[in-house]
């Protein structure tokens, strides 16, 4: 294969990788796609001798390790708020973001009733939504777990989920279940804590221990 050929594949790597980032929701995995198609850009500047093209995106990699590293080290401002009742505020909310919602829990309805509804606010910003109905067992049954695009990154699964464990314990909980969704809400949820069943039904569990 000639090596002008192999610097044009770079290239055209590089610009796939790069409108690839622009597509997405999600502002962690936008940074790191963007900049891994930076790098891979600045690496094609090289070969082909343009200065120019390699130190911009150069510089554009040092831009999202800097704005990745800000998102993992600000200390941002939790709080839960429950709800009770199906609020307009609520009605809202699930409309605004209903096509998002749908791509990550497609089995999800908005109009069903549930007895119990969280909003994490993260900054003050209702970043996040739990919907789902609680039985008399202590078993949270979520039908819907959403975190807004903006605020992608974890934190709040985290939050919810690990550092929260006695809130819910003392709201009754002692169980968490929730049906499988996406890839990428699968991955989510194995990453805050939550296990696949090996029974037909295929539900994640979570289950809760006070902490010490």
């Given at each position: 294969?000639?090596?002008?050929?192999?610097?044009?594949?770079?290239?055209?790597?590089a610009?796939?990788?790069?409108?690839?980032?622009?597509?997405?929701?999600?502002?962690?995995?936008?940074?790191?796609?963007?900049?891994?198609?930076?790098?891979?850009?600045?690496?094609?500047?090289?070969?082909?001798?343009?200065?120019?093209?390699?130190?911009?995106?150069?510089?554009?990699?040092?831009?999202?390790?800097?704005?990745?590293?800000?998102?993992?080290?600000?200390?941002?401002?939790?709080?839960?708020?429950?709800?009770?009742?199906?609020?307009?505020?609520?009605?809202?909310?699930?409309?605004?973001?209903?096509?998002?919602?749908?791509?990550?829990?497609?089995e999800?309805?908005?109009?069903d009733?549930?007895?119990?509804?969280?909003?994490?606010?993260?900054?003050?910003?209702p970043?996040?939504?739990?919907?789902?109905?609680?039985?008399?067992?202590?078993n949270?049954?979520?039908?819907?777990?959403?975190?807004?695009?903006?605020?992608?990154?974890f934190?709040?699964?985290?939050?919810?989920f690990?550092?929260?464990?006695?809130?819910?314990?003392?709201?009754?909980?002692?169980?968490?279940?929730?049906?499988?969704?996406s890839?990428?809400?699968?991955?989510?949820?194995?990453?805050?804590?939550?296990?696949?069943?090996?029974?037909?039904?295929?539900?994640?569990?979570?289950?809760?221990?006070?902490?010490?």
């Open positions: 294969m000639e090596t002008i050929l192999i610097y044009e594949l770079i290239g055209y790597l610009s796939i990788l790069v409108a690839i980032s622009l597509m997405m929701s999600a502002i962690v995995k936008l940074r790191i796609v963007n900049m891994i198609g930076a790098f891979t850009f600045a690496i094609y500047g090289i070969l082909i001798g343009s200065i120019p093209v390699a130190a911009m995106n150069g510089f554009i990699v040092l831009i999202n390790i800097y704005y990745l590293a800000q998102i993992y080290k600000d200390k941002d401002y939790f709080r839960l708020l429950r709800m009770h009742g199906r609020s307009e505020y609520l009605k809202e909310f699930l409309k605004f973001h209903e096509e998002s919602i749908r791509t990550f829990q497609p999800f309805s908005i109009s009733d549930h007895n119990f509804t969280l909003f994490v606010l993260r900054n003050m910003i970043a996040g939504l739990l919907l789902g109905n609680l039985d008399e067992n202590g949270l049954d979520i039908s819907l777990d959403y975190v807004i695009p903006d605020f992608r990154d934190k709040i699964g985290n939050y919810l690990n550092d929260k464990v006695d809130y819910f314990i003392n709201q009754g909980v002692r169980k968490i279940t929730t049906g499988a969704g890839k990428d809400h699968n991955h989510y949820l194995e990453k805050v804590g939550f296990v696949q069943r090996s029974d037909e039904s295929g539900k994640y569990e979570h289950k809760l221990t006070k902490k010490a």
